[in-house]
């Protein structure tokens, strides 16, 4: 059992992951500033583990990049931190292009603030999110963690960057224990349909957005392009469920502690892909909803196919995927029809 601090517990991953963590026993502290996220989230997160918010979790709402907000975590507990699992950041790619400064100060100017604290504090246990994006347009797939670091949007630059800067502490002084995993696609949500993605406005992402067609908020997919060089021309990626995702973390995590390596680089992928038609077949088979789409231009930075070699993770990890397609289709829908607008009501 450690004593753990998850920045941006509240949001997608972070959330499925507390579950996760908490079951396998930990104690969390939760450092969130809510600004793509609700508390509700880690309410409902409590609940499903059966503990009382303030008992083995304690929530904390500030920001990474605040000294003050980060004294506060490490100085929470008696019990001082053992590792870091560290979510906490921007995602969107598009937005990433036209807020680039925005991007760099919350993921790499915030991971800069919390490794100080960590430093000060005396935690050299981290497990940073990082994410597929990083290889830019892949030259061959499966993607194995070797292959060349190209990032094509100031997002996937930030993500690389903190890649790098983790690397750069961890070869100045001994101690460092570091674990970049770079998730694919994470989809689904837990199976008691309690928690789930909840994306403010205009999904940007697949899922979401196919799941919002399906229950009639939405009037159609676009597809972006059915042009590419897959079997039915739509891309291809490999989508992981989020409690394999979650699961992951907790067996990262376990091999940190247990063997101290100074920095694991890991891909978290099922190792296999789908293409945007066999998602929105799989959904409307599993939901029997129909899903209409029309077929659009290529969206700016895409990619053709992206999946993962997944040999590191179950080597290195001994953690392989459980859940599948229809599995992520399941949960996914049954998250969005009990909760139509996430944690948010319909005005917000
Ligand atoms: P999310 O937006 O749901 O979760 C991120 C959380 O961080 C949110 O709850 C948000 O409120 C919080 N946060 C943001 N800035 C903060 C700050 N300055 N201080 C404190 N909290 C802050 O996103 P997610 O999908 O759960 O992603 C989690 C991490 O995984 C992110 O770092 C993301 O870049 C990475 N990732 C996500 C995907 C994906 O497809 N979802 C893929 C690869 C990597
Ligand atoms: N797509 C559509 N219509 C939509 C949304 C998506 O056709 O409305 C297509 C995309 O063109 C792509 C596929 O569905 O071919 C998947 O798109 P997502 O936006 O769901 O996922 P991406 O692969 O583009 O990127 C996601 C995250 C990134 C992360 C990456 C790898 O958004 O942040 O996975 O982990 F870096």
Same mark, same amino acid.
């Given at each position: 059992?450690?004593?753990?601090?998850?920045?941006?517990?509240?949001?997608?991953?972070?959330?499925?992951?507390?579950?996760?963590?908490?079951?396998?026993?930990?104690?969390?502290?939760?450092?969130?500033?809510?600004?793509?996220?609700?508390?509700?989230?880690?309410? +409902?997160?409590?609940?499903?583990?059966?503990?009382?918010?303030?008992?083995?979790?304690?929530?904390?709402?500030?920001?990474?990049?605040?000294?003050?907000?980060?004294?506060?975590?490490?100085?929470?507990?008696?019990?001082?931190?053992?590792?870091?699992?560290?979510?906490?950041?921007?995602?969107?790619?598009?937005?990433?292009?036209?807020?680039?400064?925005?991007?760099?100060?919350?993921?790499?100017?915030?991971?800069?603030?919390?490794?100080?604290?960590?430093?000060?504090?005396?935690?050299?246990?981290?497990?940073?999110?990082?994410?597929?994006?990083?290889?830019?347009?892949?030259?061959?797939?499966?993607?194995?963690?070797?292959?060349?670091?190209?990032?094509?949007?100031?997002?996937?630059?930030?993500?690389?960057?903190?890649?790098?800067?983790?690397?750069?502490?961890?070869?100045?002084?001994?101690?460092?224990?570091?674990?970049?995993?770079?998730?694919?696609?994470?989809?689904?949500?837990?199976?008691?349909?309690? #928690?789930?993605?909840?994306?403010?406005?205009?999904?940007?992402?697949?899922?979401?957005?196919?799941?919002?067609?399906?229950?009639?908020?939405?009037?159609?997919?676009?597809?972006?392009?059915?042009?590419?060089?897959?079997?039915?021309?739509?891309?291809? +990626?490999?989508?992981?469920?989020?409690?394999?995702?979650?699961?992951?973390?907790?067996?990262?995590?376990?091999?940190?502690?247990?063997? %101290?390596?100074?920095?694991?680089?890991?891909?978290?992928?099922?190792?296999?892909?789908?293409?945007?038609?066999?998602?929105v077949k799989a959904f409307e088979s599993v939901s029997s909803m129909d899903v209409?789409?029309? #077929?659009?231009?290529? %969206?700016?930075?895409?990619?053709?196919?992206?999946?993962?070699?997944?040999?590191?993770?179950?080597?290195?990890?001994?953690?392989?995927?459980?859940?599948?397609?229809?599995?992520?289709?399941?949960?996914?829908?049954?998250?969005?029809?009990?909760?139509?607008?996430?944690?948010?009501?319909?005005?917000?």
């Open positions: 059992m450690a004593q753990l601090l998850i920045t941006g517990g509240a949001g997608f991953i972070g959330s499925h992951t507390c579950l996760a963590l908490l079951e396998a026993g930990h104690n969390l502290i939760v450092l969130e500033n809510y600004s793509n996220s609700s508390n509700e989230a880690l309410r +409902r997160v409590a609940e499903l583990a059966g503990v009382r918010l303030g008992d083995r979790i304690t929530l904390l709402q500030g920001d990474i990049r605040n000294q003050e907000d980060l004294e506060m975590a490490f100085s929470q507990e008696k019990k001082t931190i053992d590792a870091v699992v560290h979510f906490a950041g921007l995602k969107a790619v598009g937005e990433s292009v036209q807020q680039p400064l925005r991007y760099w100060d919350v993921n790499v100017g915030g991971t800069c603030s919390l490794l100080g604290a960590m430093k000060r504090h005396g935690c050299r246990t981290i497990v940073f999110s990082s994410s597929a994006t990083v290889y830019g347009y892949p030259k061959k797939v499966p993607i194995q963690e070797t292959a060349i670091v190209q990032p094509i949007s100031p997002y996937g630059r930030t993500k690389a960057a903190v890649e790098k800067l983790l690397t750069d502490v961890s070869e100045s002084e001994d101690g460092w224990c570091i674990a970049c995993l770079r998730y694919f696609n994470p989809v689904g949500a837990h199976s008691s349909g309690r #928690i789930g993605e909840s994306p403010y406005g205009m999904p940007n992402n697949l899922f979401p957005f196919v799941c919002q067609v399906a229950v009639g908020q939405r009037k159609e997919l676009k597809i972006f392009g059915g042009d590419w060089p897959t079997t039915d021309g739509t891309p291809v +990626r490999d989508y992981i469920h989020v409690m394999d995702l979650a699961e992951g973390h907790c067996a990262a995590l376990e091999v940190l502690m247990r063997e %101290r390596p100074q920095v694991l680089t890991i891909n978290l992928g099922c190792g296999y892909g789908y293409s945007v038609l066999e998602v209409p789409f029309k #077929i659009v231009a290529r %969206r700016p930075g895409d990619v053709s196919c992206s999946i993962a070699d997944s040999t590191l993770a179950a080597n290195r990890l001994g953690w392989v995927t459980r859940r599948n397609l229809v599995d992520m289709c399941r949960d996914a829908f049954a998250w969005q029809k009990d909760n139509p607008f996430g944690y948010f009501s319909k005005n917000d």
